[in-house]
């Protein structure tokens, strides 16, 4: 299974934008589906966002739909989360997920379909 490490959170005001990273290794990144994950303090991890390895379709959350974009980039080894207009209520760490299993195609939004974890980074939006 690949390892992921993410990269870009910050600090950023209401309104702005930010691009997350997350790049893998160990492992055929292309065979894997994609998701970001988020947990604010004292919060169960949401899901937000999944691009299963099968489909060139992408799949969101209802609270980040039309503000957030999930990608991918195969030759890089690398999966990104676009996230605009950025509110308050986004403040979190966020998690990159993968996976190559059918699960994380049938289940794109469970925690559980997913093996492989990056350790977080924090996003903070100031309001």
């Known amino acids: 299974q690949v390892q992921l490490v993410e990269s870009g959170g910050g600090l950023v005001q209401t309104g702005g934008s930010l691009r997350l990273s997350c790049a893998a290794s160990?492992?055929?990144?292309?065979?894997?589906?994609l998701a970001w994950f988020r947990q604010a303090a004292e919060s169960e991890r949401e899901w937000l966002a999944a691009?299963?390895?099968?489909?060139?379709?992408?799949y969101y959350a209802d609270s980040v739909k039309g503000r957030f974009t999930i990608s991918r980039d195969n030759a890089k080894n690398t999966m990104y989360l676009q996230m605009d207009s950025l509110k308050p209520e986004d403040t979190a760490v966020y998690y990159c997920?993968?996976?190559?299993?059918?699960?994380?195609?049938?289940?794109?939004?469970?925690?559980?379909?997913?093996?492989?974890w990056g350790q977080g980074t924090q996003v903070t939006v100031s309001s």
């Open positions: 691009l299963p390895w099968s489909s060139t379709r992408s």
């Open positions: 160990g492992g055929t990144f292309s065979s894997h589906s």
């Open positions: 997920a993968a996976d190559p299993s059918a699960m994380s195609t049938l289940y794109p939004g469970e925690i559980s379909s997913y093996k492989s």
